[in-house]
């Protein structure tokens, strides 16, 4: 079970959450386990309980009665699941091999610890029935940060966007880039965040419904400003240490 917060989160408000596989240990072992945790942030915010072992079972009946088996078709196509009563708008997210980040704003009455505790709890297990092992998978509770100005808002979706460039290229932060085209390739191709929402093909995948970009404040007036900012970001955000974060 996962621990619960003694601070409450209030209705109404931006939150910074995050997370990391404990002992600093690998969350994400595989292109299958990033796309088990995305499909999870959109099957979890919800209020209704749904099974999604059942729903993949009966899945794999099905195709094995034609001789098939289930592919990432079959999954891609779980995000047409209606949803009804979701606990959280979650506003931009990344995946990295240990940890991870979502920005989540709060609809409902105790709604994200709700939708924290289903994601984790949800994903620990089928992590551990994967690499048959026990145990806790992350670190106890969840980690939280109001976000209380603009500007604290705006450095966080540069920072968590911009978070995979240290995967090609660790010293980032304190050296001078060395392939700025190399990074925006990286970073237009990293499958694991919300970046991809923000781009020129939009909504034109199936995992961007997992965030509502409607909840964000108004700080942009189209994805081409978002990705100006998030390109401003990238050549001098390693200058602004504002907070430490996971690594």
Not at 4 to 21: A, I, S, T
Not at 57 to 72: A, L, P, S, V
Not at 173 to 198: G, M, P, Q
Request: net charge positive.
């Amino acid at each position: 079970m996962f621990m619960l917060r003694k601070v409450p989160l209030e209705l109404g408000e931006y939150y910074h959450v995050y997370n990391r596989g404990i002992e600093r240990r690998t969350i994400y072992l595989s292109h299958l386990d990033h796309s088990r945790f995305m499909l999870l942030l959109y099957l979890c915010n919800t209020t209704e309980n749904i099974q999604l072992n059942q729903i993949l079972n009966r899945i794999k009946r099905n195709k094995e009665k034609d001789g098939n088996k289930i592919d990432q078709n079959d999954i891609l196509e779980l995000y047409n699941i209606p949803k009804k009563d979701e606990l959280v708008s979650i506003c931009s997210y990344c995946l990295m091999p240990n940890h991870f980040h979502i920005i989540l704003k709060e609809i409902k009455e105790g709604g994200i610890s709700s939708f924290m505790q289903k994601l984790l709890t949800s994903y620990s297990m089928y992590f551990n029935i994967k690499n048959t092992r026990s145990g806790s998978l992350f670190m106890k509770p969840f980690r939280s940060k109001h976000i209380n100005d603009d500007n604290y808002f705006r450095y966080l979706l540069g920072y968590i966007h911009l978070n995979p460039v240290k995967l090609i290229d660790p010293k980032w932060r304190n050296d001078r880039l060395t392939d700025v085209n190399k990074i925006h390739d990286y970073l237009s191709n990293y499958k694991y965040s919300s970046l991809y929402e923000f781009s020129k093909n939009g909504n034109s995948r199936p995992e961007s419904v997992i965030i509502n970009k409607k909840s964000l404040p108004n700080y942009f007036k189209n994805d081409l400003e978002f990705n100006d900012f998030i390109n401003y970001w990238l050549e001098y955000s390693r200058k602004y240490k504002k907070e430490a974060f996971f690594d």
